[in-house]
């Protein structure tokens, strides 16, 4: 699994007055973007402190909201809608070769493909959201490639899901594009196999550059879920997405929904402290079904 994340702000200002308010912008930008002194932020490579910041932000968190579709394959009929968002934000560390660490929050719901309205059941089936309590991803850049480790679940079913081939990227013009794909094979302790094929591309733009620099598609293919009843058919998940800097950016119908389903989603975990009390809860929807 991989992620990514945002690029270096660039205010041309002009005159006396202009720069008056251009140190007062690095005043507050050093309040918000608290590790831009430590060496391994100063020494990291470009495409890699692009990647963070694009995907985790720059001192507050981030949140990165999503809608899309599940398509029954290989028909193509749309079966279920999907609204969702995931909220991060990011740990540098003092010394160079340290590891930066990505702590995030994600849930989706399904809805309905008509209506948009969130599936709260179906046929007659309570209809289960995806819910993350957190992932604690680490990265680092080798041979050209970004390597996100991504650590999730509870109990003994806490696990690391390598990064193996690392996510390659490239610049086109001044923007860049990310690609992680992602192939998973993994137990369940059902006894059954997990299988799944899910595909990143992250496009970060300068800021200024397009009204919103951060966006990213997304495609899975693997089963549907239990609740769908359709356990021999195979679906494909579309979903597109984008970074908003605060709640009060998000589409109106998920943050409703978020506000009373899944408030806790809302902010990522604070600390890696958090994450560990996290690990020895229980087990909830999403974690590996």
């Known amino acids: 699994m991989r992620r990514l994340l945002p690029l270096v702000l660039v205010v041309f200002l002009f005159g006396c007055k202009e720069n008056v308010e251009t140190n007062e912008i690095e005043k507050d930008e ?45 028909s193509g009929e749309k079966l279920f809608g999907m609204i969702g968002f995931d909220s991060s934000t990011v740990i540098w560390p003092e010394e160079a070769d340290g590891i930066v660490t990505h702590l995030t929050r ?13 599936l709260t059941e179906y046929n007659g089936q309570p209809v289960t959201p995806i819910a993350y309590p957190y992932q604690m991803i680490t990265y680092r850049l080798e041979n ?12 003994e079913r806490v696990q690391t899901i390598k990064s193996e081939d690392g996510i390659p990227y490239r610049k086109m013009g001044s923007s860049y594009i990310y690609n992680a794909q992602v192939y998973l094979d993994f137990p369940l302790p059902t006894g059954k196999q997990y299988q799944a094929w899910e595909n990143y591309d992250f496009f970060v733009h300068p800021e200024g550059s397009v009204d919103e620099p951060h966006q990213m598609a997304w495609q899975r293919y693997g089963a549907l879920p239990q609740w769908a009843g359709m356990p021999d058919k195979k ?13 009060d950016e998000f589409p109106e119908k998920l943050l409703a929904w978020a506000k009373e389903n899944k408030p806790k989603w809302l902010n990522p975990p604070k600390d890696i402290a958090e994450v560990r009390a996290l690990q020895k809860g229980e087990a909830g929807a999403g974690w590996g079904r």
């Open 144 to 155: 050209d490639r970004i390597y996100g480790d991504v650590e999730q679940g509870v109990g």
């Open 106 to 118: 994600k849930t989706f719901a399904y809805t309905d493909p008509e209506t948009g309205e969130v």
């Open 30 to 74: 050093k309040v918000v973007h608290p590790w831009a002194d430590k060496d391994s932020y100063k020494k990291a490579p470009d495409a890699l402190k692009n990647w963070v910041d694009a995907r985790a932000g720059t001192g507050d968190p981030v949140h990165w909201v999503a809608d899309g579709a599940v398509y029954e394959y290989p």
């Open 235 to 247: 679906a494909i998940i579309q979903l597109h997405s984008w970074r908003v800097e605060s709640h």
